[in-house]
């Protein structure tokens, strides 16, 4: 079975501030890796995916991950945040199964960021 | 297009009644995902309708149960309520099984009292 570990609950920058939002899975075949983004109240939204293509994987937002196979790992960064980055990300890892990919999620990591 | 909707957007059931929850996919997807995300959690897949059927299931009891209908919307049904149902509901629709591509809708807010 599939898993993902988000490290920290909490990451709290400055604006303007490099983003890092670590992300470790562990599968046992190549999985397919995604990150989230949730605001308050509100569904998830794709920030970018990995499904065997290009190792750095650009998404919305100025948002970028790198998979590690070596690692086993996603880290999410943005090279300056913004206030409106404040929010939930969630990471998630997905792997074939009965036809489908389920994603599992992680527990969430919790950005905040300062004036 | 109007995305992923869901409704209701809140709802307040009491511990043993059974509740129902509506999805419509976005336009021109045709598999529907549901999840129940508790607070502080990440989501946790329910089960998945691709043809009017449940293609895969999460670790849910039966008391969790689904429809996916010929216009590929979908109802969630949760039976004999307990507090720790308390979650928010999340639906999920691609076009495809991969979910490579998944949109998710704002969910429905379930507060079992």
């Known amino acids: ?16 501030a490099l983003v890092l ?32 293509a290009a190792t750095l994987v650009k998404g919305i937002n100025g948002f970028e991950a790198e998979f590690k196979k070596s690692e086993t790992s996603f880290h999410l960064t943005k090279p ?23 994603p599992t999620f992680g527990r969430g990591t919790s950005l905040i960021v300062h004036p | 297009d109007a995305g992923v909707t869901q409704s209701p957007t809140h709802l307040i059931k009491t511990r043993g009644q059974q509740v129902t929850l509506r999805c419509s996919p976005k336009s021109g997807h045709d598999t529907v995902s549901w999840y129940q995300q508790a607070l502080g959690q990440g989501p946790q897949f329910i089960f998945q309708y691709y043809e009017e059927e449940e293609r895969q299931r999460g670790n849910f009891p039966d008391r969790f ?27 999920a629709s691609s076009w495809d099984r991969s979910n490579t591509e998944a949109f998710f809708g704002q969910g429905t807010r379930l507060t079992v009292v």
């Open chain 1, 80 to 102: 300056s945040a913004h206030m409106s980055d404040a929010a939930e990300y969630f990471c998630a890892v997905s792997v074939p199964s009965g036809g489908s990919y389920i």
């Open chain 1, 1 to 16: 079975a599939q898993s993902v570990t988000q490290l920290g609950s909490h990451v709290s920058v400055s604006e303007g």
């Open chain 2, 65 to 91: 149960s689904g429809h996916q209908f010929p216009n590929y919307s979908s109802e969630l049904n949760v039976n004999a309520l307990l507090l720790g149902d308390s979650a928010l509901y999340l639906c």
């Open chain 1, 21 to 52: 939002l670590r992300c470790n899975y562990s599968s046992s075949v190549p999985p397919y890796l995604f990150w989230y983004v949730q605001y308050p109240n509100q569904g998830l939204q794709l920030l970018l995916k990995y499904t065997s």
